[in-house]
């Protein structure tokens, strides 16, 4: 009889109870006690919800991020972190946030101490806290957590199974900060792991699930044997291991996962479904196959009937060793579709959150043990949903293929290269060497977020709405004009967030309520549901921007989001290739480029904040995503004159591996962070002597501190020593909405003395 599992549940809550609970504590308007009782409730309800899965997964609830749990669980903290004497749960935190929490004084909880860096996990939009290594470190076990957690599931009733990271996975996830050999701490980390699974199997865990997602990539040399020495380990020990490997196939990982010598291991059969049949012949016969057949990072329902036409044989082969499973944790999506009150019925009927996944699962199940006729009813709605999606004209719109089919490389070419445009664009705009400008955003205000939520609410009319904005507009326009910063922005001020601000505005698009995920710790977003071709019914922000380049004679730039960042931050329709969504998003947004040109606005910038998070997980593909996601950010900026100069925004700092794709792009203009790796960064820059304009980040947004004039001048001159001054920019590392104005027209000011600085000593 086939097996259901599940390898992970969202721990935020349906509400997000959790992110308010952490939050209570660290403002501390709550008690530890009290956290951990709302951790323990969440907990009880998640495992009540699932509890039509035969096997629920313990200890992939977290506090903050399961990474953190487990270098916990392995007593592996980096040493600025060793010694604390205040409570356990503090240190947590501290690790996590980079302090103590709550902010008493007594033990130690004054000092700053900088938290463990924050990295993606895999290519999901999760980020976990990276492990820090170093030679000759030591582990030790402290399973506590999970035994807790074990008792508690027990207690309740249910058939509990134990989720740790798994060896390889978690030091691959980690860095040597020394630079030294990763897999030299494997052997110590081992004894640590074989004792923990005899810990667990003496505590009634009969299976362990394992994740090695690790095993979906390119491993580096030496790393495939060591899997193997590892699992010879492990493999031996009381505890029955399923290692769970998810997010892409194996490819040439798959004979490696078939031959360890453990009890099961799964397989995302949603990106691998061809590794089925492979992985199947290739494993040894007592072995159990988890094959994930749920996908657990979308939201759209599971095509059932499909599904079965190929799951049906599998399961008549593998009998009692098939288990089936959502293809990775269901961390990745929202909670509930049963809050969504605000989605119409037509595509909610399209939709799965994580409980609906579940439900998908457990009927996959039913109809495997007892024959399709058993849920015959279930199977048809499915079906009739499914069709209606493919037949929808709100999904497939005839003018936007035929606009799609009409695109050419062409139509991504600027007039002339950029040397020329430079040239063009500098008679235009008439600015000083070091010229300054801002990423876009300046202070998202109280009194900016509660007039729009009282315009969402009805409680003031649009044009009320539209007035209180023109005059934020106003007031930021005049303030840079006073600061003397050389490009203006209109600010932003209307914008919640820089793709929901223009998804509400395209058709295509719809928004949940309660939509969330997890990113880190207590943050969440709500991404975007992209469900059908995109199109501009009208100008998004044509208006606001030409009412901002009205105040100045200043040149101000119009401000937009790329069509790869909306793709990377919204959750897409499965029914075509990211890469075609992609040139949708394009496509319109291109419309607006030449609005806004026609409007007069002699810069555009097009923030491309997500187009490194979207890189595949292997490297062999990362050509083809550069590719085609440069040509979609050529397709929306290439329709301009030479004198239209075109920006881009992109919030971090590593480019070196990713440069012949940025100078790809072939903005005029790129800002970037760097003012945290001391310009280093830049090194890239000049060895592949990008040719284009550039604006280094000066200053770190995310801090409140606020930068010197010397500091800023430094920086700059390191620059310098990298890129010809005369393509260099002044600016920040990104958007100013999360600061205060108080923080905000210091740093500028001295910013804009340092440039000043820059072009008297030229
Ligand atoms: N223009 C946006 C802003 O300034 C860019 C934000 C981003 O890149 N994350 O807020
Ligand atoms: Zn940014």
Known sequence: MTRTHNLGFPRIGARRELKFALEAYWQGRSSAAELN??????????????????????GDFSLYDQVLDMSFTLGHLPQRFQGFDGPELDNYFRVARGRSAPQVAGHGACCGVAAGEMTKWFDSNYHYIV????????????????????????????????????????????KAKDGSERLDLLSPLLAVYAELLDTLAAHGARWVQIDEPLLATELDPGWAQAYRDAYAVLGTRRAQLLVATYFGPLRENLPLLAELPVQGVHLDAVNARDEVAPLLAALPGDRVLSLGVINGRNIWLTDLNATLDWLEPVARQLGERLWLAPSCSLLHVPVDLAQE????????????????????????ARALREGRAAVQAELAANAAALAGRRASPRVHNPAVAQALARVDARLGQRPSPHAQRAATQAARLQLP????????????TAEIRQARSRFKAGEVTAAAYDDAMRREI?????AQETLGLDVL?????????????????????????????????????????????????????????????????????????????????????????????CRQLALALREEVLDLERAGLPIIQIDEAALREGLPLRRAQWGDYLDWAVACFRLMAGGVADATQIHTHMCYSEFSDILPAIAAMDADVITIETSRSDMALLDAFRSFRYPNQIGPGVYDIHSPNIPSQADIVTLMKRAAERVPAERLWVNPDCGLKTRQWAEVTPALQRMVAAARQLRAEL
């Not at 009782?37 to 096997?55: N, S």
């Not at 060497?433 to 998202?444: D, E, H, K, L, V």
């Not at 106003?474 to 005049?478: L, R, S």
């Open 489 to 581: 922005v209109h600010g932003e001020a209307e914008r919640n967030d820089m793709v929901e601000y223009f998804g509400e505005q395209l058709v295509g698009y719809a928004f949940s309520q309660f939509g969330w995920v997890q990113s880190y710790g207590s943050r969440c977003v709500k991404p975007p549901l992209l469900f059908g071709d995109i199109s501009r019914p009208r100008p998004i922000t044509v208006a606001w921007s030409r009412h901002a380049q009205s105040l100045t004679e200043r040149p101000m730039k119009g401000m937009l989001t790329g069509p790869v960042t909306m793709l990377n931050w919204s959750f897409v329709r499965d029914d075509q290739p990211r890469a075609i969504t």
């Open 37 to 58: 009782t709302q951790a323990a409730l969440l907990r009880e309800r998640h495992w009540a919800a699932q509890a039509a899965v035969d096997l629920v997964p313990v």
């Open 433 to 444: 060497a070091f010229p300054t400008t801002t990423i876009g955003s300046f202070p998202q």
């Open 341 to 364: 009150q605000q989605l119409d019925a037509e595509l909610r009927s399209w939709l799965a959150f994580a409980l609906q996944k579940l439900d998908e699962l457990a009927l996959l």
């Open 474 to 478: 106003a007031h930021c326009v005049k």
């Open 131 to 174: 492990p820090e290594f170093r030679a000759g470190q030591t582990f030790h076990l402290d399973a506590s957590r999970l035994l807790q957690q074990l008792a508690e599931a027990q207690a309740q009733g249910r058939h509990a199974k134990p989720v740790l990271i798994g060896p390889l996975t978690y030091l691959a996830l980690g």
